[in-house]
């Protein structure tokens, strides 16, 4: 019987390193990728940030200790920084904001895709053209079927799964890349824990 890898491409080969799977994937399907140590982590989200021309920023809870840093980089260097939380709600500024900065549930370096939810819910990842997801990189998993058993068993209900830029073809064929959600996808993998 063959194995699971020989049969799915949504699983990692045998010696496959994960972040180089990850990177490949994740750039297979528009989106961009950058990593960084923990020292470096509030000037790459602020380069992800620059590199699209996003002002109007929201950071989820889901960044940990890491969440403050961030916010008063982002400050100094004259983005508009709120609270995922405090804005979530309100639709006149979150249908505003430029970018989400999140972090995430888990990432599969097979397909390039990342889990999010929990502190920022789905919207988090979803909700402003430009998502930033910081991926330790101690959470890639190798292939889907683990991202989905840690899924199934995380006991959490409101999660995305989300590879690259949200995408559709509907109107005429063309390929429209933000149309139900992020234009931008980066991800940037964090060689450490947010804290």
């Known amino acids: 019987m063959a194995e699971l890898h020989e049969l799915a491409p949504t699983e990692l080969r045998p010696g496959e390193d994960r972040i180089t799977r990850f990177i490949a994937e994740l750039e297979a399907v528009s989106g961009t990728a950058a990593r960084t140590g923990g020292d470096g982590l509030a000037g790459a989200v602020l380069a992800a940030l620059e590199s699209v021309g996003a002002r109007r ?35 006149s500024v979150s249908r505003n904001l430029d970018a989400t900065v999140t972090g995430c549930i888990a990432a599969v370096a097979a397909t ?6 929990g502190a920022s819910g789905r919207a988090g990842a979803l909700i402003a053209p430009t998502h930033v997801c910081v991926v330790e990189e101690g959470r890639i998993l190798d292939g889907l079927l683990a991202i989905l058993r840690l899924a199934a068993t995380s006991g959490a209900s409101a999660m995305a799964l989300q590879s690259g830029p949200s995408r559709t073809a509907d109107i005429e064929k063309t390929l429209i890349l933000g149309m139900h959600g992020p234009k931008h996808v980066h991800c940037i993998l964090l060689d450490g824990v947010l804290g």
């Open 112 to 117: 390039g895709s990342i889990l999010t939810g």
């Open 57 to 91: 920023v929201a950071l989820a809870a889901d960044l940990g200790g890491a969440r403050e840093a961030i916010a008063g980089h982002l400050r100094e260097a004259g983005l508009e920084v709120a609270m995922y939380e405090d804005v979530a709600s309100d639709r």
